[in-house]
């Protein structure tokens, strides 16, 4: 499982395996949950959403796939 970041584009992609589930929760510095989403990898074994509308700031990232998490921690300046 890998996880990208665009910074020029905004899009965090996830890959994994094309049958696995994914779900993602990102917080912000405050520890508040900013976004989450979980859905099926598609075809190609990824996932990819846009993060455009955070402000701002460092970021951390919990993966979960299978039942395993990987944290990530990122940073957002425009």
Known sequence: ME???DYYSGLITIVGNKDDEVSYII???DGDIETSDSCN???DGEYSTSLSPL???TYTIVV???ENEYFGTFEIEQ
Do not use: A, K, R
């Open 3 to 5: 996880v990208f970041l």
């Open 27 to 29: 917080y912000n510095e």
């Open 41 to 43: 990898f598609n075809d």
């Open 55 to 57: 402000p701002d700031g």
């Open 64 to 66: 979960f796939v299978n």
